[in-house]
């Protein structure tokens, strides 16, 4: 009970905060726009909607502002079950292929919020703006629902229901216990959240616009705590978890070409990072699942990115990257036994993205899969291509 009020009593400090700011910004961002299940919205309705809220305000003494923020974000699509996993242990097929396997696409509406508070430390000697160290204190709460699919209603569909038979009532396996799907069971509405502590290194440069190479090194080391006790067992236990995970990233500018009204012609810079996580705990819920449910991901990428001229505007200008990433997948299956697995992944990309007046984006990626793991039906090839839109205000 001790634990708990003091969880509670975080949230509350943390809200307090803002009361003590003496200016604030407040931003709302539209991250898509799509004609949604069963064209819900005629296409003028965005689905994937984040608000933010932040303010900066003197906390430490002697020190910058810290930064409280907070973010709530929904959205109305759907979801699909991945026939690839058991769904008593989690295991996937390729580890053993007598599973009792579901599958099935449902309609998932969602919505979260985020809390953090966000205090700097010391001075970067390569930006004399930005802080050595900063810590990140936060919470994070998210609400979903797994419900029968929006177009069983059109006159005419004789799909069956997914989760319930003729006569409504729940049917096999959904009226019983999905240990590897804990979200789908009982009445499908799932409440979870998690508190989460991010500490991190800044040796980089600052880069006012994304037109200007990036050089530098940081380190960030994090922290997620998402216990039962912590109003996770409130319609049996939907999340009792801990993830560890370390972040290096290293960038080095090559060479930079200036106009003469000091925008960007050409740069190029070189960048490494290196990843490691670890999810462990007996309830791992559906967002935070790692990769192909091992518990332990070990992953490399080494990169280089090429900006063209800056042209209109500073915000007009576009870029390639090619990548190329190297992933270890290990250990237990996260909601399942206990059993020791591996799996190696790597492969190629390229992406070019133009970047117009701010609010824009058109990219294009392609990539090529040399091991692609377990999975044999994962494609040699791949390509997408996207057009984005950004509104603050």
Not at 99 to 128: V, W
Not at 161 to 166: A, I, S
Request: charged share 20%; net charge negative.
């Amino acid at each position: 009970m001790q634990r708990r009020l003091a969880a509670i009593a975080i949230v509350l400090v943390l809200l307090l905060f803002p009361a003590a700011a003496d200016s604030y910004s407040l931003s709302a961002y539209i991250s898509g726009v799509s004609s949604g299940v069963d064209n819900i919205g005629f296409g003028l309705f965005p689905i994937g909607t984040t608000f933010g809220f932040e303010r900066l305000f003197a906390l430490v003494p002697g020190q910058r502002d810290a930064e409280f923020q907070f973010e709530m974000s929904f959205a109305f699509n759907n979801s699909t079950i991945d026939e690839r996993f058991d769904y008593v242990t989690g295991m996937p097929i390729w580890m053993d292929e007598d599973i009792s396997a579901l599958s099935g696409t449902y309609f998932n509406p969602r919505a979260y919020i985020d809390i953090y508070l966000d205090q700097g430390f010391g001075d970067n000697p390569l930006y004399d703006d930005g802080s050595l160290v900063n810590l990140r204190l936060g919470f994070n709460a998210r609400y979903s629902m797994a419900l029968e699919r929006v177009d069983l209603s059109k006159s005419g569909n004789s799909d069956p229901p997914l989760f319930v038979d003729d006569s409504g009532h729940l049917k096999p396996p959904f009226d019983g216990s999905l240990p590897a799907y804990p979200w789908l069971e009982g009445n499908r509405s799932v409440y979870t959240d998690y508190l989460y502590l991010d500490a991190y290194l800044n040796l980089d440069r600052d880069t006012p616009t994304d037109a200007e190479a990036e050089h530098g090194l940081g380190l960030d080391l994090s922290f997620v705590y998402g216990p039962k006790w912590l109003f996770n067992s409130i319609s049996g236990t939907q999340s009792d978890f801990w993830r560890f995970g370390i972040y290096l990233e290293e960038k080095m500018e090559l060479f930079t070409v200036y106009q003469d009204n000091g925008w960007n012609w050409v740069n190029m810079y070189v960048g490494h990072s290196n990843t490691f996580r670890y999810t462990g705990g007996a309830t791992v819920p559906v967002n935070m699942l790692p990769e192909d449910r091992l518990r332990a991901i070990l992953s490399d990428r080494i990169w280089i990115h090429f900006t063209a001229p800056q042209f209109l505007a500073g915000d007009c200008f576009a870029f390639i990257e090619l990548n190329l990433y190297n992933t270890l997948m290990f250990g237990g299956v996260a909601n399942g036994p206990s059993s020791f697995s591996i799996e190696l992944q790597s492969s190629f990309s390229a992406r070019i993205q133009v970047r117009l007046f701010g609010f824009i984006r058109l990219e294009y990626q392609v990539g090529y899969d040399f091991i692609r793991g377990i999975w044999p039906e994962y494609p040699d090839w791949w390509q997408n291509a996207a057009l984005s839109f950004y509104v603050s205000v």
